[in-house]
């Protein structure tokens, strides 16, 4: 005989199997040790809510933070699509960087350390959102100088004829 479904035996353990089957699901339980672990599984989940009732106000609290959690998130995603208009520039360069020096590793960390300083942002602190944009492009643009400073010669050397 194959298994009853989890509902089954959630319904037989809660008393609200259809008569007709309790006879035929309760005799395979006694012989089926999966169904029996089933079985005991659930009186031990039941057991331990019944137990332990979450108290409201932690629900509540767990709910409010739940909230906040959800609003920072927007407010991130908001920040950042604004950065990217300011920092367009930027995310080109060091894509046409990574492709042409095949250094995409090296770009992927920084790009790591954008999301970590993002989200660590302050929610309304908007001058350290500039301040953060603005570290954002000094900071690739250092990189990207001392890469390059290896390969090509100064600016003013290339701009004489
Ligand atoms: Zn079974």
Redesign the pocket.
Known sequence: ????SQQDLQQLYDGELPSDQIASVQS??EV?????A?LAELRMISDLVRSAPLPEPALLAIQRWQRTLSSVQERSVRRLASWMTAAASVVLAVSLYASLSNQARASAITLAEWETAVIGIDADATTSDQATAQWIATDLSRSLVGQNQSQSASPRQNEAP
């Open positions: 005989m194959t298994c009853p395979h339980v089926c040790p999966a169904c029996t089933a």
